[in-house]
């Protein structure tokens, strides 16, 4: 004989797997979102990528896709920056005077007072053919660590701003030593001659001095100057 309760108790199964199916889907979503987020900012854990990223908890992670004698060529998913930017006769007082705006943020100056961690590497945007003893405007920018990749407070100095670097391939010529004004010139002027000899094309409007060192590390320094692929890459020969 049919009994009341067996169809209570079934109702009862029911609500509880459609509830816990419910639990489920929000758990399977949340991973994806989570991973999602994670693939777009590849921030982490600084012995990953490089052996010379060494004084930040983390650093700018990529993907090698080749290197020889002259330079290499790298991928970098999009990611998340803290950006000023400083006019000057000279890039190395634009440097000074935009990375003491980019300190101040990191160390508490934004609207939640948080005390932000350092990250490798700091960048300067620098236009190429600058005329000679005329001001030009440098653009510098600090990576923000994975957790604030997505949601950084808000700086209080209005100069300072977020910017986001999109997915992208880079050439990359690596040096030693102190990256002043002339150095690095130099060392951009020597990869695009790489590059043109190589017959690869590449954004000639501006390129990046990178630094992961801090002032006080005084040996072993690690600097690197980029230019942004256009096109399919052209890999460095090999000897």
């Known amino acids: 004989m049919w009994q009341p309760s067996g169809l209570c108790k079934s109702l009862d199964n ?3 797997r459609t509830a816990f199916s419910s639990k489920m889907n929000c758990l399977v979503v949340a991973v994806v979102l989570l991973f999602s987020f994670t693939a777009d900012a590849r921030v982490g854990n600084s012995s990953e990528p ?5 004084e930040t908890k983390e650093c700018l992670l990529f993907d090698l896709i080749c290197k020889g004698d002259e330079y290499e060529v790298r991928h970098y998913d999009a990611t998340k920056w803290v950006t000023t930017e400083a006019e000057s006769m000279f890039k190395d007082v634009a440097k000074m005077i ?3 705006k980019l300190y101040k943020y990191i160390t508490g100056e934004n609207e939640a007072g948080a005390k932000i961690d350092m990250t490798a590497p700091v960048i300067t945007k620098v236009e190429e053919e600058t005329p000679l003893l005329e001001k030009s405007i440098y653009i510098l920018s600090f990576l923000l660590p994975s957790a604030y990749q ?3 407070p808000k700086p209080n100095d209005g100069t300072v701003y977020f910017t986001d670097m999109p997915d ?3 050439y990359v010529k690596s040096f030693g030593g102190w990256m002043v004004s002339a150095v690095a010139t ?5 990869l695009k001659e790489a590059l043109d000899e190589a017959q690869a094309t590449y954004n ?3 390129h990046y001095d990178v630094g992961y060192n801090s002032p006080m590390k005084l040996m072993n320094r690690h600097n690197e100057v ?3 692929v256009k096109g399919s890459p052209v890999c460095p020969s090999v000897e």
């Open 168 to 170: 992208m391939k880079v």
């Open 204 to 206: 000639t409007d501006y």
């Open 186 to 190: 130099m060392y951009s002027n020597q």
């Open 226 to 228: 980029w230019y942004e």
């Open 98 to 100: 935009a990375f003491r």
């Open 50 to 54: 490089t052996s010379y990223c060494t």
């Open 150 to 152: 997505k949601q950084p």
């Open 14 to 16: 029911l609500r509880r």
